[in-house]
T-cell receptor, first 113, second 110 residues
Framework: SQTIHQWPATLVQPVGSPLSLECTVEGTSNPNLYWYRQAAGRGLQLLFYSVGIGQISSEVPQNLSASRPQDRQFILSSKKLLLSDSGFYLC????????????FGQGTRLTVV | QKEVEQNSGPLSVPEGAIASLNCTYSDRGSQSFFWYRQYSGKSPELIMFIYSNGDKEDGRFTAQLNKASQYVSLLIRDSQPSDSATYLCAVYFGNEKLTFGTGTRLTIIP
């Protein structure tokens, strides 16, 4: 069966510090991968998605970036965090090319102080 | 702009009653529709999906789709306190990604 791992679960970082969140998927090949952010009491905002290695689509311009160095690995990064980057970050995967559901990792609660 | 809209609530329903959650979407050509449940502080989990017009039942949950009117709904029968959560509607508009509504917060009152 497929599983998705996302870490860390919680993170407190000072303003201006770098960020790296990692997500890996097991049990499937060539998945679509997604990074969402959820601000407190808000809906899911799609940040980035990837349909293959090295292929990244950005949905919202901001100081975050994403990379997909391996088929089942998706990384969210920032060089300098802002207070507004605080939120609940969720990695998700879905089957490529199908009209199918997305499955979420456990999420990372990021607080920028 | 592809959009999914939900009433943010909160929606309060007595235990044992039917909870009805609604969602509208902007693209008549959309093909697939999903309902996720999200407990506070947790990640969303899929509870239902529906592709065709009409009703789809799974236990206490029924998803209803009306493509002509561009709405999808979720009914929860015999509501339990454990159903208290935020329910997210998601629509596949194409381009390999799901678009989510902002969610409806449901509270089941014992």
């Amino acid at each position: 069966s497929q599983t998705i791992h996302q870490w860390p679960a919680t993170l407190v970082q000072p303003v201006g510090s770098p960020l790296s969140l990692e997500c890996t998927v097991e049990g499937t090949s060539n998945p679509n991968l997604y990074w969402y952010r959820q601000a407190a009491g808000r809906g899911l905002q799609l940040l980035f998605y990837s349909v293959g290695i090295g292929q990244i689509s950005s949905e919202v311009p901001q100081n975050l970036s994403a990379s997909r160095p391996q088929d089942r690995q998706f990384i969210l990064s920032s060089k300098k965090l802002l207070l507004s980057d605080s939120g609940f970050y969720l990695c998700a995967w879905s089957v490529t090319g199908g009209i199918t559901e997305a499955f979420f990792g456990q999420g990372t609660r990021l607080t920028v102080v | 702009q592809k959009e999914v809209e939900q009433n943010s609530g909160p929606l309060s329903v007595p235990e044992g009653a039917i909870a009805s959650l609604n969602c509208t979407y902007s693209d008549r050509g959309s093909q697939s529709f999903f309902w996720y449940r999200q407990y506070s502080g947790k990640s969303p989990e899929l509870i239902m999906f529906i592709y065709s017009n009409g009703d789809k039942e799974d236990g206490r949950f029924t998803a209803q789709l009306n493509k002509a009117s561009q709405y999808v709904s979720l009914l929860i029968r015999d509501s339990q306190p454990s159903d208290s959560a935020t329910y997210l509607c998601a629509v596949y508009f194409g381009n390999e990604k799901l678009t989510f509504g902002t969610g409806t917060r449901l509270t089941i009152i014992p």
